[in-house]
């Protein structure tokens, strides 16, 4: 019988180093942000992440719902223990935001140094030997064999589909900002 825990775990860990390749760029965007002082340079970085900025996020929406489909074990109560970086996460990105908005110039980056810390604190965790600390591994936390089997044959239409649109969505919006133009979200 295939080990369809071990699939499962590679293809969450599949989406988020897509999403933490691909998030990357705009990450550099936004730390490189505040060091640009010409306003034109700074619209030409902003106007080359916007196309992109949201698809790169659905790699980790796929990572998400991978977890819950696979290990319905993160799911409540367990979903709390486990939740205090990911909401330190949304706070800091909602602070980000508005320091965004209110065009404030050294907030926004130590906001994001807080980000890329919350991530490597997130990363340390789950290097944890466990997929559940401190005692239930992957296959302990595994949901039923049919269940990962059903989810796997949707993971597998989704899977190209969102690749050859993400490519696509870079290949279509490559050399197209330029200094003056007036944007994507204009």
Not at 144 to 161: K, N, R
């Amino acid at each position: 019988m295939i080990d369809l825990s071990l699939i499962w775990v590679g293809i969450i860990g599949l989406g988020v180093w897509i999403y933490v390749v691909l998030d990357g760029f705009d990450l550099g965007i936004g730390i490189l942000f505040p060091v640009v002082a010409d306003k034109q340079q700074r619209d030409v970085m902003m106007n080359t992440v916007a196309p992109v900025w949201d698809g790169n996020e659905t790699w980790m929406v796929l990572g998400g719902a991978g977890l819950f489909a696979a290990f319905p074990r993160f799911s409540l109560p367990n979903l709390y223990y486990l939740s205090v970086v990911p909401v330190l996460v949304l706070w800091v990105s909602y602070q980000l935001h508005r320091a965004c908005q209110h065009q404030q110039e050294k907030q926004p980056f130590i906001y994001m140094l807080v980000l890329v810390t919350l991530s490597y604190v997130g990363f340390l965790i789950s290097l944890w030997p466990n997929i559940i600390p401190p005692s239930v591994t992957i296959w302990q936390a595994a949901a039923p064999y049919s269940s990962q089997l059903f989810a796997l044959i949707g993971a597998c239409i989704l899977l190209p589909i969102i690749l050859v649109y993400t490519g696509l969505a870079y290949w279509v919006f490559k050399d197209k900002v330029r200094v003056g133009d007036e944007g994507y979200h204009d």
